[in-house]
Protein backbone atom coordinates (compact mmCIF):
# COMPACT_ATOMS: atom_id res chain seq x y z
CA UNK A 1 0.00 0.00 0.00
CA UNK A 2 1.31 3.52 -0.85
CA UNK A 3 -0.37 7.25 0.05
CA UNK A 4 1.18 9.85 -1.23
CA UNK A 5 0.04 12.97 0.26
CA UNK A 6 1.81 15.17 -2.13
CA UNK A 7 -0.41 17.32 -3.50
CA UNK A 8 -0.89 18.58 -7.76
CA UNK A 9 1.03 20.76 -9.36
CA UNK A 10 -2.76 21.94 -11.43
CA UNK A 11 -4.55 22.11 -7.26
CA UNK A 12 -5.27 25.86 -6.39
CA UNK A 13 -3.18 27.73 -4.19
CA UNK A 14 -5.27 27.83 -0.95
CA UNK A 15 -4.42 27.94 2.65
CA UNK A 16 -4.85 24.82 3.35
CA UNK A 17 -2.84 23.25 0.70
CA UNK A 18 0.78 24.72 1.76
CA UNK A 19 4.07 24.62 0.73
CA UNK A 20 6.14 21.85 2.63
CA UNK A 21 8.27 22.70 5.46
CA UNK A 22 11.80 21.64 4.00
CA UNK A 23 11.03 21.63 0.08
CA UNK A 24 9.57 24.93 -2.06
CA UNK A 25 8.46 22.19 -4.99
CA UNK A 26 6.14 20.29 -2.54
CA UNK A 27 3.24 21.55 -1.18
CA UNK A 28 1.12 18.81 1.65
CA UNK A 29 -2.38 19.16 2.90
CA UNK A 30 -2.36 20.71 6.78
CA UNK A 31 -5.02 18.07 7.45
CA UNK A 32 -5.28 14.52 6.00
CA UNK A 33 -8.56 12.65 6.83
CA UNK A 34 -9.15 9.35 6.63
CA UNK A 35 -12.80 7.73 5.96
CA UNK A 36 -14.38 4.47 5.87
CA UNK A 37 -16.61 2.19 7.58
CA UNK A 38 -16.35 0.55 10.96
CA UNK A 39 -13.73 -1.63 11.06
CA UNK A 40 -11.84 -1.07 7.34
CA UNK A 41 -8.67 0.33 8.80
CA UNK A 42 -8.40 3.39 9.56
CA UNK A 43 -7.06 2.96 13.74
CA UNK A 44 -4.69 0.40 12.43
CA UNK A 45 -2.88 2.53 9.31
CA UNK A 46 -2.55 5.57 11.64
CA UNK A 47 -1.28 3.45 14.62
CA UNK A 48 1.13 1.75 12.15
CA UNK A 49 2.31 5.50 11.33
CA UNK A 50 2.35 6.68 14.30
CA UNK A 51 4.09 3.49 16.02
CA UNK A 52 6.88 3.19 13.17
CA UNK A 53 8.00 6.76 13.90
CA UNK A 54 7.75 5.86 17.90
CA UNK A 55 10.04 2.56 17.57
CA UNK A 56 12.76 5.17 15.86
CA UNK A 57 11.97 7.54 18.57
CA UNK A 58 11.41 5.29 22.12
CA UNK A 59 12.38 1.24 21.38
CA UNK A 60 15.48 1.40 23.01
CA UNK A 61 15.51 0.63 27.08
CA UNK A 62 11.57 0.66 26.45
CA UNK A 63 10.40 -3.12 25.92
CA UNK A 64 6.60 -2.30 26.73
CA UNK A 65 6.63 -0.82 22.89
CA UNK A 66 5.51 -3.30 20.81
CA UNK A 67 4.80 -2.81 16.89
CA UNK A 68 4.40 -4.37 13.94
CA UNK A 69 1.81 -6.64 14.23
CA UNK A 70 1.24 -8.93 11.49
CA UNK A 71 -1.57 -9.42 9.47
CA UNK A 72 -3.26 -12.49 11.47
CA UNK A 73 -3.34 -14.68 8.03
CA UNK A 74 -0.79 -17.80 7.48
CA UNK A 75 1.00 -16.24 4.75
CA UNK A 76 1.12 -12.76 6.78
CA UNK A 77 2.91 -14.88 9.82
CA UNK A 78 6.32 -15.25 8.47
CA UNK A 79 6.01 -12.23 5.55
CA UNK A 80 8.37 -9.45 6.20
CA UNK A 81 6.55 -6.13 7.14
CA UNK A 82 8.35 -3.59 5.20
CA UNK A 83 7.28 0.76 6.19
CA UNK A 84 8.51 3.60 4.46
CA UNK A 85 7.77 6.96 5.84
CA UNK A 86 8.97 10.45 4.75
CA UNK A 87 8.49 12.98 6.88
CA UNK A 88 9.49 16.59 7.41
CA UNK A 89 11.85 17.25 10.48
CA UNK A 90 13.39 20.54 12.16
CA UNK A 91 16.73 19.35 11.97
CA UNK A 92 19.87 21.46 10.27
CA UNK A 93 21.73 18.68 8.06
CA UNK A 94 25.28 20.05 6.14
CA UNK A 95 24.44 20.29 2.06
CA UNK A 96 21.48 21.98 3.05
CA UNK A 97 19.33 25.14 3.40
CA UNK A 98 17.43 25.92 6.47
CA UNK A 99 16.77 24.09 9.78
CA UNK A 100 13.96 21.89 7.97
CA UNK A 101 14.87 18.57 5.88
CA UNK A 102 12.91 15.60 4.79
CA UNK A 103 14.11 12.22 5.83
CA UNK A 104 12.86 9.14 4.47
CA UNK A 105 13.01 6.05 7.29
CA UNK A 106 12.71 2.30 6.41
CA UNK A 107 12.21 -0.02 8.17
CA UNK A 108 12.08 -4.14 7.55
CA UNK A 109 11.13 -6.74 10.17
CA UNK A 110 11.02 -10.15 10.22
CA UNK A 111 9.52 -12.77 12.42
CA UNK A 112 9.50 -16.86 12.52
CA UNK A 113 5.99 -17.45 11.56
CA UNK A 114 4.07 -17.77 14.78
CA UNK A 115 1.66 -15.40 16.08
CA UNK A 116 3.36 -14.46 19.54
CA UNK A 117 6.75 -14.65 17.63
CA UNK A 118 9.10 -11.09 18.46
CA UNK A 119 9.52 -9.18 15.29
CA UNK A 120 13.19 -8.44 14.73
CA UNK A 121 14.85 -5.35 12.52
CA UNK A 122 16.22 -6.80 9.58
CA UNK A 123 17.09 -4.11 7.42
CA UNK A 124 16.48 -0.13 8.61
CA UNK A 125 17.65 3.34 6.45
CA UNK A 126 18.03 6.72 6.99
CA UNK A 127 17.94 9.42 4.16
CA UNK A 128 18.08 12.77 3.84
CA UNK A 129 17.68 15.11 0.36
CA UNK A 130 20.33 17.50 -0.51
CA UNK A 131 18.98 19.19 -3.79
CA UNK A 132 16.33 16.48 -3.81
CA UNK A 133 17.82 13.32 -4.41
CA UNK A 134 18.48 10.60 -1.44
CA UNK A 135 21.66 10.21 0.43
CA UNK A 136 22.04 7.93 3.12
CA UNK A 137 22.70 9.32 6.65
CA UNK A 138 22.16 5.70 8.27
CA UNK A 139 21.66 2.48 6.94
CA UNK A 140 22.02 -1.22 8.85
CA UNK A 141 21.43 -4.98 7.68
CA UNK A 142 21.07 -8.05 10.65
CA UNK A 143 24.77 -9.07 11.91
CA UNK A 144 25.99 -5.94 9.65
CA UNK A 145 28.07 -3.30 11.26
CA UNK A 146 25.54 -0.08 10.47
CA UNK A 147 26.45 2.51 8.37
CA UNK A 148 26.39 6.41 9.22
CA UNK A 149 27.51 9.21 6.66
CA UNK A 150 29.52 12.11 7.66
CA UNK A 151 26.56 14.63 8.23
CA UNK A 152 25.68 12.57 11.38
CA UNK A 153 28.46 13.66 12.93
CA UNK A 154 29.62 10.18 13.80
CA UNK A 155 33.14 8.59 12.93
CA UNK A 156 32.55 4.84 10.97
CA UNK A 157 34.32 3.00 13.34
CA UNK A 158 32.84 4.62 16.37
CA UNK A 159 32.02 2.03 19.11
CA UNK A 160 28.72 2.98 19.65
CA UNK A 161 28.04 1.71 15.67
CA UNK A 162 29.42 -1.71 16.77
CA UNK A 163 27.01 -2.49 19.74
CA UNK A 164 23.96 -0.98 17.55
CA UNK A 165 24.11 -3.40 15.00
CA UNK A 166 23.49 -6.19 17.58
CA UNK A 167 20.36 -4.76 18.48
CA UNK A 168 17.52 -6.80 16.78
CA UNK A 169 14.96 -5.48 18.38
CA UNK A 170 14.81 -1.79 18.67
CA UNK A 171 15.80 1.59 16.12
CA UNK A 172 19.42 2.30 15.44
CA UNK A 173 17.92 6.01 16.13
CA UNK A 174 16.79 5.10 19.35
CA UNK A 175 19.67 3.72 20.65
CA UNK A 176 22.48 6.16 19.26
CA UNK A 177 20.02 9.07 20.18
CA UNK A 178 20.10 7.30 23.86
CA UNK A 179 23.89 6.96 24.00
CA UNK A 180 24.10 10.66 22.64
CA UNK A 181 26.04 9.99 19.61
CA UNK A 182 26.11 12.50 16.65
CA UNK A 183 22.73 14.18 15.76
CA UNK A 184 20.45 11.36 17.22
CA UNK A 185 19.66 12.56 19.98
CA UNK A 186 17.83 16.18 18.28
CA UNK A 187 16.41 14.19 15.77
CA UNK A 188 15.14 11.45 18.54
CA UNK A 189 14.18 14.92 20.44
CA UNK A 190 12.18 16.11 17.60
CA UNK A 191 10.44 12.12 16.65
CA UNK A 192 9.13 12.80 20.70
CA UNK A 193 7.33 15.97 19.56
CA UNK A 194 4.61 13.98 17.09
CA UNK A 195 1.38 13.20 19.15
CA UNK A 196 -1.44 10.54 18.96
CA UNK A 197 -4.54 10.48 20.52
CA UNK A 198 -6.79 6.64 20.15
CA UNK A 199 -7.82 4.31 22.42
CA UNK A 200 -4.90 2.55 24.38
CA UNK A 201 -2.44 4.94 23.24
CA UNK A 202 -3.60 8.10 24.68
CA UNK A 203 -4.64 9.71 28.29
CA UNK A 204 -8.14 8.95 27.36
CA UNK A 205 -10.01 8.24 30.78
CA UNK A 206 -6.60 8.93 32.83
CA UNK A 207 -7.77 12.78 33.82
CA UNK A 208 -5.42 12.65 36.98
CA UNK A 209 -2.55 12.89 34.06
CA UNK A 210 -4.02 15.45 32.30
CA UNK A 211 -4.69 17.26 35.12
CA UNK A 212 -0.83 17.21 35.39
CA UNK A 213 -0.32 18.19 32.05
CA UNK A 214 -2.12 21.32 32.23
CA UNK A 215 -0.68 22.10 35.71
CA UNK A 216 2.67 21.83 33.61
CA UNK A 217 1.87 23.98 30.70
CA UNK A 218 0.05 27.40 32.30
CA UNK A 219 -0.06 28.53 28.25
CA UNK A 220 -2.05 25.78 27.07
CA UNK A 221 -4.80 26.62 30.03
CA UNK A 222 -4.99 30.63 28.69
CA UNK A 223 -5.26 29.11 25.31
CA UNK A 224 -8.26 26.45 26.37
CA UNK A 225 -9.33 29.39 28.58
CA UNK A 226 -9.55 31.65 25.26
CA UNK A 227 -11.78 29.31 23.15
CA UNK A 228 -13.93 28.18 25.59
CA UNK A 229 -16.57 30.88 25.43
CA UNK A 230 -16.44 30.41 21.57
CA UNK A 231 -17.95 26.66 21.76
CA UNK A 232 -20.52 27.62 23.15
CA UNK A 233 -20.82 24.97 25.86
CA UNK A 234 -21.77 27.37 28.47
CA UNK A 235 -17.88 27.04 30.09
CA UNK A 236 -16.32 30.21 31.14
CA UNK A 237 -13.25 29.03 32.11
CA UNK A 238 -10.92 26.39 33.54
CA UNK A 239 -8.98 25.71 36.85
CA UNK A 240 -6.46 22.72 38.13
CA UNK A 241 -6.95 22.09 41.93
CA UNK A 242 -6.30 19.41 44.55
CA UNK A 243 -9.30 16.86 44.99
CA UNK A 244 -10.24 15.66 48.52
CA UNK A 245 -7.96 12.48 47.23
CA UNK A 246 -5.21 14.99 47.26
CA UNK A 247 -4.63 14.31 43.23
CA UNK A 248 -4.91 17.03 40.80
CA UNK A 249 -8.08 17.48 38.98
CA UNK A 250 -10.05 19.42 36.86
CA UNK A 251 -12.95 22.16 37.60
CA UNK A 252 -14.97 24.01 35.16
CA UNK A 253 -16.77 27.38 35.47
CA UNK A 254 -20.15 27.81 34.26
CA UNK A 255 -22.27 31.01 33.61
CA UNK A 256 -25.17 31.30 35.70
CA UNK A 257 -23.66 28.53 38.56
CA UNK A 258 -21.87 29.68 41.79
CA UNK A 259 -19.82 26.54 42.42
CA UNK A 260 -17.26 25.00 39.50
CA UNK A 261 -17.90 21.58 37.84
CA UNK A 262 -15.73 18.81 38.44
CA UNK A 263 -14.29 17.15 35.46
CA UNK A 264 -16.19 13.93 35.61
CA UNK A 265 -19.31 15.47 35.62
CA UNK A 266 -19.01 17.27 32.38
CA UNK A 267 -20.98 16.00 29.35
CA UNK A 268 -18.88 13.80 26.84
CA UNK A 269 -17.68 16.23 24.37
CA UNK A 270 -16.63 18.67 27.24
CA UNK A 271 -14.55 15.64 28.32
CA UNK A 272 -13.57 15.13 24.86
CA UNK A 273 -12.35 18.74 24.39
CA UNK A 274 -10.85 18.93 27.28
CA UNK A 275 -8.67 15.84 26.83
CA UNK A 276 -7.20 16.08 23.33
CA UNK A 277 -6.84 19.88 23.60
CA UNK A 278 -3.60 19.85 24.91
CA UNK A 279 -1.99 17.61 21.89
CA UNK A 280 -4.08 19.85 19.63
CA UNK A 281 -2.27 22.73 20.83
CA UNK A 282 1.38 21.13 21.04
CA UNK A 283 1.04 20.32 17.43
CA UNK A 284 0.15 23.59 16.37
CA UNK A 285 2.35 26.07 19.05
CA UNK A 286 5.87 23.78 17.24
CA UNK A 287 4.54 23.07 13.81
CA UNK A 288 4.51 19.15 14.31
CA UNK A 289 2.55 16.07 13.31
CA UNK A 290 -0.81 15.08 15.57
CA UNK A 291 -2.64 11.87 15.22
CA UNK A 292 -5.81 11.84 16.09
CA UNK A 293 -8.12 8.73 15.98
CA UNK A 294 -12.07 9.54 15.79
CA UNK A 295 -11.74 13.00 15.82
CA UNK A 296 -15.14 13.77 15.91
CA UNK A 297 -16.29 11.31 18.56
CA UNK A 298 -19.10 12.96 21.03
CA UNK A 299 -18.61 16.28 18.93
CA UNK A 300 -20.82 17.78 17.00
CA UNK A 301 -19.89 18.48 13.82
CA UNK A 302 -19.46 22.15 13.43
CA UNK A 303 -17.61 21.82 16.70
CA UNK A 304 -15.08 18.82 15.31
CA UNK A 305 -15.37 21.21 12.04
CA UNK A 306 -13.76 24.04 14.02
CA UNK A 307 -11.35 22.25 15.59
CA UNK A 308 -10.10 20.77 11.95
CA UNK A 309 -9.93 24.27 10.42
CA UNK A 310 -7.17 25.47 13.27
CA UNK A 311 -4.92 23.39 11.36
CA UNK A 312 -6.46 24.69 7.65
CA UNK A 313 -6.42 27.70 8.34
CA UNK A 314 -2.50 30.14 8.07
CA UNK A 315 -4.24 32.51 10.57
CA UNK A 316 -4.62 29.30 13.42
CA UNK A 317 -1.65 27.46 11.84
CA UNK A 318 1.29 29.48 11.10
CA UNK A 319 4.13 27.17 11.13
CA UNK A 320 2.50 24.22 9.18
CA UNK A 321 1.72 21.89 11.86
CA UNK A 322 -0.17 18.65 10.41
CA UNK A 323 -3.19 17.07 11.87
CA UNK A 324 -3.73 13.02 10.57
CA UNK A 325 -7.35 12.23 11.55
CA UNK A 326 -10.05 9.58 11.14
CA UNK A 327 -13.84 10.48 10.82
CA UNK A 328 -17.29 9.26 10.68
CA UNK A 329 -19.39 11.89 10.16
CA UNK A 330 -19.37 12.31 6.58
CA UNK A 331 -21.00 16.18 6.72
CA UNK A 332 -17.08 17.13 7.53
CA UNK A 333 -16.87 15.92 3.89
CA UNK A 334 -18.47 19.04 2.49
CA UNK A 335 -15.94 21.33 4.26
CA UNK A 336 -12.96 19.68 2.58
CA UNK A 337 -10.18 19.38 -0.36
CA UNK A 338 -10.38 16.27 -2.45
CA UNK A 339 -6.51 16.29 -1.87
CA UNK A 340 -7.28 15.78 2.05
CA UNK A 341 -9.35 12.52 2.18
CA UNK A 342 -8.16 9.40 2.58
CA UNK A 343 -10.51 6.33 1.63
CA UNK A 344 -10.49 3.51 3.32
CA UNK A 345 -12.29 0.01 3.10
CA UNK A 346 -11.32 -3.81 3.12
CA UNK A 347 -11.30 -6.42 0.29
CA UNK A 348 -12.92 -9.46 0.52
CA UNK A 349 -10.00 -11.17 2.00
CA UNK A 350 -9.93 -8.91 5.39
CA UNK A 351 -6.94 -6.83 4.36
CA UNK A 352 -6.83 -2.74 4.53
CA UNK A 353 -6.95 -0.99 1.21
CA UNK A 354 -6.91 2.79 1.08
CA UNK A 355 -6.07 5.56 -1.51
CA UNK A 356 -6.48 9.24 -1.36
CA UNK A 357 -9.87 11.27 -2.85
CA UNK A 358 -7.33 12.75 -5.24
CA UNK A 359 -6.50 9.71 -7.17
CA UNK A 360 -10.10 9.22 -8.25
CA UNK A 361 -10.45 9.61 -12.13
CA UNK A 362 -12.75 12.97 -12.81
CA UNK A 363 -13.24 13.56 -9.20
CA UNK A 364 -14.23 17.58 -10.10
CA UNK A 365 -13.12 19.81 -7.12
CA UNK A 366 -16.45 22.00 -7.17
CA UNK A 367 -18.54 18.84 -6.69
CA UNK A 368 -20.06 17.85 -3.16
CA UNK A 369 -17.80 15.24 -1.63
CA UNK A 370 -20.06 14.41 0.57
CA UNK A 371 -22.67 13.90 -1.59
CA UNK A 372 -20.14 11.67 -4.11
CA UNK A 373 -19.36 9.70 -0.72
CA UNK A 374 -22.89 8.64 0.04
CA UNK A 375 -23.60 7.75 -3.67
CA UNK A 376 -21.08 5.27 -3.72
CA UNK A 377 -18.65 7.60 -6.17
CA UNK A 378 -15.64 7.71 -3.45
CA UNK A 379 -15.68 4.22 -2.32
CA UNK A 380 -15.63 3.10 1.28
CA UNK A 381 -18.76 2.62 2.01
CA UNK A 382 -20.43 0.58 4.77
CA UNK A 383 -22.49 -2.58 3.43
CA UNK A 384 -24.99 -3.51 5.65
CA UNK A 385 -27.77 -6.15 5.54
Known amino acids: ?105 VIEVTRDGSKNSTAKVSYESLHFFPKGRPRRLLERRADEPAYVSSETKLRPRDDRLAAVSNLTGVSAISALGAMGAGIFPELRNELGKIGSYYEGESFHGRDEQIANLYSNA ?100 PHKAQLLCSLHNTDILEELEKEEIVIVEKTREGATEAYMASDISGLRRDGNLRRQYRSGVLGGLPVIG
Request: hydrophobic share 40%.
Open 1 to 105: MELDFRVAGTAPDIECLPVSQSRDDVRLPTVVAFIGPNGSGKTTLLFALFSTLRFAHASYGNSDIQVFIPFFAPSGLSATTRVEIDFDVNLPLCGTIGTSNMLRY
Open 218 to 317: PLAVERLEERLPQWDIGISGMQVRQLGNGKPGLAFAHRGLDSPVLMQLESSGTKQLVRTFPFLDSALMQGQLSIFDGLDSDLHTDLALEIINWFRRKETN
